[in-house]
């Protein structure tokens, strides 16, 4: 999950802190040297997080946006300034704003902070007791400013490596992020089940068998570069450092296991079923990031012996030669699994979703610009039409209704004189229909009817006898 680091900047920070003997800090400097610390592992063994750099004090300022560049968040955090009072409520904001812009509202943050200890305690309680607070133990000095750092580190920023198996076959892998804990069972017996560090391959299926199956998380996964003594140096990943070159030398030249994995699944066209624990699956797959460039993922079911209805109870499954018929006979009606179904599923429709304003201004740009071309992109315009209204009244946004009626009422006035006739009948049809569906009981009845072209009689065009 990214992170964001929030560093205070405020005057206070600039308080020495001084003890018998020993050479006296700022606590700014404290701070730095702990976050140049974290910095360091994460550029060493966590290089694929995304991490951001937020200074505060009663304002804040994005130093870094989300980067997996050390080296720029290093530099931006031995040249922020000093300014006045602190204010973590506004920070926070701030840290909202950045969070959502990039990763959307449902993405999970880790957030680091120098002070406000009772607030943060609050806000971990807010948040269902998901989080934790790490403070610097005994006197405030270096050393004990390293072994928090060192704390963090061990509990939020180790890798999780894991052996990837398939009968005499096997590969050290990275798993990245790393797989959180999963708590079944939570109002009888709750259970928490992590993720084993060996995950045997149990089958491979067809991407048609396995669809779209609902999924707790996704995780890139690595191979590890190990050399002839047997001593990690590194995973395959790509990086113009001098440390690395002997590391993704040996990526490249040794057989790999993982790599044979990947390209096979991306050339065949299959996913293959891993079990992650007891009674626990997920499944192993390429997905591609361009045209050029795939790389192998994996994906977590929820935890049980039956994560997928249709494939039924995954221990059960077994190879094609040792079923009494070939189920992927030539007859169409016979299906692979018994419960696979044959319906289209509701979420394989193409559904108006708005999370973004552009996502909605494009949609009433379309109806704009068919519009403007009327009546011969009548069934094109009334088709953008009513999808829109039929997402508006699904989501109660009534107002979007009579917004787009007063837009097409004042297209109706700005027609040049040379427009077809048929352009204001239509325009003004379809916008006292919208006003009609967002008043009164109406709205029931006109999400389940579509606004039909007007009926016109004009001559002149194939386009202008509906």
Same mark, same amino acid.
């Given at each position: 999950?990214?992170?964001?680091?929030?560093?205070?900047?405020?005057?206070?920070?600039?308080?020495?802190?001084?003890?018998?003997?020993?050479?006296?800090?700022?606590?700014?400097?404290?701070?730095?040297?702990?976050?140049?610390?974290?910095?360091?592992?994460?550029?060493?063994?966590?290089?694929?997080?995304?991490?951001?750099?937020?200074?505060?004090?009663?304002?804040?300022?994005?130093?870094?946006?989300?980067?997996?560049?050390?080296?720029?968040?290093?530099?931006?955090?031995?040249?922020?300034?000093?300014?006045?009072?602190?204010?973590?409520?506004?920070?926070?904001?701030?840290?909202?704003?950045?969070?959502?812009?990039?990763?959307?509202?449902?993405?999970?943050?880790?957030?680091?902070?120098?002070?406000?200890?009772?607030?943060?305690?609050?806000?971990?309680?807010?948040?269902?007791?998901?989080?934790?607070?790490?403070?610097?133990?005994?006197?405030?000095?270096?050393?004990?400013?390293?072994?928090?750092?060192?704390?963090?580190?061990?509990?939020?920023? @180790? =890798?999780?490596?894991? *052996? &990837?198996?398939? +009968?005499? $076959?096997?590969?050290?892998?990275? #798993?990245?992020?790393?797989?959180?804990?999963?708590?079944?069972?939570?109002?009888?017996?709750?259970?928490?089940?992590?993720?084993?560090?060996?995950?045997?391959?149990?089958?491979?299926?067809?991407?048609?068998?396995?669809?779209?199956?609902?999924?707790?998380?996704?995780?890139?996964?690595?191979?590890?570069?190990?050399?002839?003594?047997?001593?990690?140096?590194?995973?395959?990943?790509?990086?113009?450092?001098?440390?690395?070159?002997?590391?993704?030398?040996?990526?490249?030249? @040794? =057989?790999?296991?993982? *790599? &044979?994995?990947? +390209?096979? $699944?991306?050339?065949?066209?299959? #996913?293959?079923?891993?079990?992650?624990?007891?009674?626990?699956?997920?499944?192993?797959?390429?997905?591609?990031?361009?045209?050029?460039?795939?790389?192998?993922?994996?994906?977590?079911?929820?935890?049980?012996?039956?994560?997928?209805?249709?494939?039924?109870?995954?221990?059960?499954?077994?190879?094609?030669?040792?079923?009494?018929?070939?189920?992927?006979?030539?007859?169409?009606?016979?299906?692979?699994?018994?419960?696979?179904?044959?319906?289209?599923?509701?979420?394989?429709?193409?559904?108006?979703?708005?999370?973004?304003?552009? +996502?909605?201004?494009?949609?009433?740009?379309?109806?704009?610009?068919?519009?403007?071309?009327?009546?011969?992109?009548?069934?094109?315009?009334?088709?953008?039409?009513?999808?829109?209204?039929?997402?508006?009244?699904?989501?109660?946004?009534?107002?979007?209704?009579?917004?787009?009626?007063?837009?097409?009422?004042?297209?109706?006035?700005?027609?040049?004189?040379?427009?077809?006739?048929?352009?204001?009948?239509?325009?003004?049809?379809?916008?006292?229909?919208?006003?009609?569906?967002?008043?009164?009981?109406?709205?029931?009845?006109?999400?389940?009817?579509?606004?039909?072209?007007?009926?016109?009689?004009?001559?002149?065009?194939?386009?202008?006898?509906?």
């Amino acid at each position: 999950m990214p992170t964001v680091v929030l560093m205070d900047v405020s005057l206070s920070m600039t308080r020495p802190v001084s003890l018998d003997g020993v050479e006296e800090y700022q606590r700014k400097n404290l701070a730095a040297h702990g976050l140049t610390m974290l910095f360091e592992h994460m550029a060493t063994n966590y290089k694929l997080e995304f991490t951001a750099l937020v200074a505060f004090s009663s304002l804040w300022e994005l130093m870094v946006p989300f980067t997996r560049d050390y080296n720029t968040l290093q530099e931006a955090l031995s040249s922020m300034e000093d300014y006045d009072k602190t204010c973590l409520e506004a920070a926070l904001q701030g840290v909202n704003n950045i969070v959502q812009q990039e990763w959307g509202v449902s993405c999970p943050c880790q957030l680091q902070s120098t002070d406000a200890l009772d607030l943060l305690e609050q806000l971990i309680t807010l948040n269902g007791n998901e989080g934790h607070i790490f403070t610097v133990e005994g006197p405030l000095c270096l050393k004990n400013v390293q072994s928090m750092f060192g704390k963090l580190i061990d509990q939020a920023y @180790s =890798p999780f490596h894991a *052996v &990837l198996r398939c +009968g005499h $076959l096997a590969s050290d892998v990275q #798993v990245f992020p790393r797989p959180e804990p999963v708590v079944t069972d939570e109002d009888v017996d709750p259970i928490q089940k992590n993720v084993s560090s060996e995950l045997d391959i149990v089958g491979f299926v067809e991407i048609a068998d396995i669809s779209s199956p609902p999924v707790l998380s996704r995780h890139l996964v690595l191979p590890i570069a190990v050399n002839k003594e047997g001593d990690e140096v590194g995973t395959g990943i790509t990086e113009d450092t001098e440390d690395d070159s002997s590391a993704n030398q040996i990526a490249g030249k @040794s =057989p790999n296991f993982c *790599v &044979l994995l990947h +390209g096979s $699944l991306k050339v065949e066209g299959m #996913v293959a079923m891993v079990q992650l624990g007891p009674d626990w699956y997920g499944m192993l797959y390429s997905q591609a990031d361009s045209k050029k460039k795939s790389n192998l993922m994996m994906s977590l079911f929820e935890p049980g012996p039956q994560p997928l209805p249709w494939l039924g109870k995954v221990a059960l499954l077994g190879p094609i030669s040792d079923a009494k018929e070939n189920p992927y006979a030539d007859d169409d009606s016979k299906s692979p699994f018994p419960l696979q179904p044959k319906n289209k599923r509701s979420y394989a429709q193409n559904v108006t979703v708005w999370i973004k304003p552009s +996502g909605l201004q494009t949609d009433v740009q379309k109806i704009l610009r068919n519009a403007r071309k009327l009546p011969e992109k009548t069934q094109t315009f009334y088709k953008e039409l009513n999808r829109l209204r039929k997402a508006a009244l699904a989501f109660g946004f009534l107002e979007l209704l009579k917004g787009v009626a007063e837009l097409l009422e004042r297209e109706c006035t700005l027609l040049p004189d040379t427009a077809h006739p048929d352009a204001a009948f239509q325009l003004s049809h379809a916008a006292q229909q919208l006003k009609l569906a967002s008043t009164g009981d109406s709205q029931y009845a006109a999400f389940h009817q579509n606004i039909m072209p007007l009926p016109t009689d004009f001559s002149g065009s194939s386009g202008d006898r509906i």
